[in-house]
């Protein structure tokens, strides 16, 4: 089926520095997801982004948290500056349609020092 | 908020042995949510297993099999018969808007070991 890809797989980085996550999503989809999931916690859902908007954040969404997608490119998440409790896998998810069934990428994980 | 609660941990089963996880959910922006199992096999992404939108009813797929139970607001999920492929961590979701996957809920995945 239609694969969605993330990359890195695993970052290591220390506390206060910036990092960026990227996505490769499906090539026909409009909508895009980032999802966190905490060892041992279930995965929740941080921010949704089409037409190069948010369009629904979460109370996980921090405001050290932002999303772009430039020019059709990567579908990244930002975090700047990361603190400890930001060490987790995050989960991109892409769709064709809005409320159509998502497509997850493999995650990467994220490890704050 | 909505909640879904799910077997914990790890799940050892011997090939050819039935399986089931159990999961129970609470919604409560609505009373009939949507519900769904996710699977991801090592190193891939969460793939959708099954999925039913309409209480009582059953959804299938792969051998899997999982009912919408309103009474008990649980949707557990079994298989007669597992095989080493079947390897993997399961979620149960769901989501309160009617017949679309946005909102996902998850719960906090039961990985399944399969032993020869």
């Known amino acids: 089926g239609p694969k969605v890809l993330q990359i890195p797989s695993h970052q290591i980085i220390d506390m206060g520095q910036m990092v960026t996550l990227n996505c490769d999503p499906v090539s026909n989809h409009l909508y895009f997801y980032w999802y966190k999931q905490i060892l041992g916690q279930q995965m929740e859902f941080l921010v949704n982004?089409?037409?190069?908007?948010?369009?629904?954040k979460s109370k996980l969404f921090k405001d050290q948290f932002s999303v772009e997608r430039p020019d059709g490119s990567y579908f990244t998440l930002k975090i700047q500056p990361t603190a400890l409790e930001d060490s987790a896998v995050y989960f991109c998810?892409?769709?064709?349609?809005?409320?159509?069934?998502?497509?997850f990428g493999p995650g990467t994980r994220l490890t704050v020092l | 908020g909505d909640s879904v609660t799910q077997t914990e941990g790890q799940v050892t089963v011997s090939e050819s042995k039935s399986l089931i996880i159990n999961c129970t959910y609470s919604a409560t922006s609505i009373a009939y949510p949507n519900l769904f199992w996710y699977v991801r096999y090592p190193g891939e992404g969460l793939q959708l297993l099954l999925k039913v939108i309409t209480a009582g009813q059953k959804g299938s797929s792969r051998g899997f099999e999982a009912t919408y139970n309103k009474e008990t607001t649980s949707f557990h999920l079994q298989k007669a018969s597992v095989q080493e492929s079947d390897s993997a961590v399961y979620y149960c979701?769901?989501?309160?808007?009617?017949?679309?996957?946005?909102?996902?809920?998850f719960g906090a995945g039961t990985r399944l070991a399969v032993c020869p």
């Open positions: 982004f089409y037409n190069g908007k948010v369009m629904e």
């Open positions: 998810a892409s769709a064709k349609d809005w409320g159509d069934e998502q497509y």
């Open positions: 979701a769901l989501s309160p808007l009617s017949g679309s996957f946005n909102k996902l809920t």
